[in-house]
């Protein structure tokens, strides 16, 4: 099969590969609803899924939605997420999203990007995993593995993100764009870290112009 010389054709490529490799790619991070996949991926922010997972069942267990969230102080939420980075803030975060679904939502997470951008704690990535996992609406993650795969591939040459989900995003099926992010991500994870690509093993390396074989 010809190489793809373009990043359109490539992007294609990679999306027919991966969904072979990773048929049933998933979202990692534990939850039951849209609004323990939001809290969730707010704790996320520069933490590991698994860490994240080791803490939400106790915070879901003592706030189950968000008037429950709502109704507390931050510091009330700390002890159920102390063992994650950055726990202050997030706590705050937490208790500020969960008062504007309440007061503007009517306690339930919106599914426009304009809203969920407004929640605190939430930036395009997080509004992208809660639309295209939890709410069946387009979008593409970009965090640090996609953006990485991004370049290896030669999909983009953009470090921004927004600026890489716009180039990517007409290059995959609406409907597709999250589990093309979800793929990219679990391939990062599994075949290509950062310091140690295992390219033999890669099913993309007979066309990745990365590749060290």
Not at 35 to 59: R, Y
Not at 123 to 130: D, F, I, L, Q, S
Not at 134 to 148: E, F, I, M, Y
Not at 194 to 210: I, M
């Amino acid at each position: 099969m010809a190489r793809p010389r373009t990043p359109n054709g490539r992007a294609k490529r990679v999306h027919e590969r991966l969904a072979v490799e990773y048929p049933d790619a998933i979202c990692e991070l534990d939850h039951r609803n849209p609004f323990e996949l939001l809290t969730a991926t707010i704790l996320s922010a520069q933490a590991t899924d698994v860490g994240v997972n080791k803490a939400t069942p106790g915070l879901f267990a003592r706030f189950p939605d968000p008037w429950a969230l709502a109704a507390v102080e931050p510091e009330q939420v700390e002890p159920y997420v102390d063992t994650i980075g950055l726990f202050r803030q997030k706590s705050k975060s937490l208790v500020g999203m969960a008062r504007m679904l309440v007061d503007d939502y009517d306690g339930e997470v919106p599914s426009a990007m304009k809203d969920l951008v407004r929640l605190p704690g939430v930036g395009r990535k997080t509004a992208n995993v809660v639309r295209s996992v939890a709410l069946g609406q387009p979008g593409l993650p970009v965090d640090t593995h996609v953006t990485r795969l991004s370049h290896l591939l030669e999909l983009t040459t953009e470090t921004d993100p927004v600026k890489i989900e716009t180039a990517l995003n007409p290059m995959v099926p609406a409907k597709e764009r999250g589990e093309f992010s979800l793929r990219l991500i679990l391939h990062g994870r599994r075949v290509c870290p950062a310091r140690k690509p295992r390219c033999e093993e890669c099913v993309l390396n007979d066309f990745c112009p990365s590749s060290r074989i």
